[in-house]
């Protein structure tokens, strides 16, 4: 058998750092903030998060493509990375109910990546220097045509990037039997997180991220939920309008990660963009109210303010990160309204912190009594 000759691949960091590959996916040329994210396993559900708009994700984990893609396990309508990083890429793979290999699916859908490069020295140097601009190109090999190119690649900090992913039109999702509704603020949602409602007899009617309070009102929710999303929460002054709406109301109101971060803001915190962000299946997270730790999945490379949490008369803090104390969780005094930086949902991962739905349904229950 003729072994195929793999084509060069360049990707470039902001720094000058210049590392040489193989061309896996697209070919083609693709810039953004480059990320790692530590989980063994997931690989398709992090391409496609719409949390990672805009980035270049790095897999640590040595192996990457072995178990194929399967369509009915994508969190969005396709992969929303702009480029992808892998130290040993697989071409075959041995899970029967793939759908494609993972070649032919970044293919497919445009994704331009490399392999066979030193992800631990990537790594090391991303946790060190912190998150940074890079660029991906099986096309181009003359450095300063990469330079170039990649100084027409927007910084992350100040980007609003939720409209990007966000639905263009409102859509509804119906369970078997509809105990409640709610309705949903999509900055980037994961259809796990939706799954977590349906299955908990909420109907979920989405709306896009520039929606009104009044027309999410004339829903008549039982409760808002604010979803996760890509770029800068601070550049957001659109959803922390309408999240001020809601408090005043006073509904139960859930938000997860970017939802989080809105949330925060709109009751007078600040948030701040991190080093080089939390993103992996195996984050150690503490709930305040109970004590007790939980193993939970994240993806962010912001962070709402500690101090700003702990100075203000409205919020209470309610979960920290045990690996470097930041913001995990917050509430809101006197309303029915919390919110969490890292993914109930995990899917996949741990399951410590589905709780946080059923909490969720509680209130809606409490309130409606009233």
Known sequence: M??????KAYLLLADGQLFEGSSIGSTGTSGGEICFNTGMTGYQEIYTD???????VVNTNSHIGNYGAVDRENESD???IKGLVINDFSDMHSRFEADSSLDEYLKKNNIVGIADLDTRKLVKSIRSQGAMNAIISSEISEVEKLKAELKEV???????LATKVSTKEPYTLTPDQVQYKVAVLDIGVKKSILTNFTD????????????????????????YFLSNGPGDPAEMGYAVETVKEILKEGKP?????????????????????????????NHPVKNLITGLSEVTSQNHGFAVDRDSVEQSDNLELTHINLNDNTVAGIRVKGKPVFSVQHHPEASPGPHDSRYLFDDFIQLINKHKKK
Do not use: W
């Not at 927007?154 to 609003?160: A, C, G, K, R, T």
């Not at 709109?266 to 080093?275: I, Q, S």
């Open 50 to 56: 719409p949390s990672y708009y805009g980035q270049i």
């Open 2 to 7: 003729k072994i195929q000759k793999k084509k």
């Open 253 to 281: 109101l859930f938000g997860i990660c970017l939802g989080h971060q809105v949330i925060s803001l709109a009751c007078g915190a600040t948030t701040f963009k991190m080093h080089h962000g939390h993103r992996g299946l």
């Open 200 to 223: 908990r007899g909420c109907e979920c009617k989405v709306f896009p991220a520039e929606t009104s309070f009044a027309e999410m009102k004339a829903y008549n929710p039982d409760g």
């Open 154 to 160: 927007p910084n992350m900090d100040h980007l609003e």
């Open 78 to 80: 396709g992969p929303k």
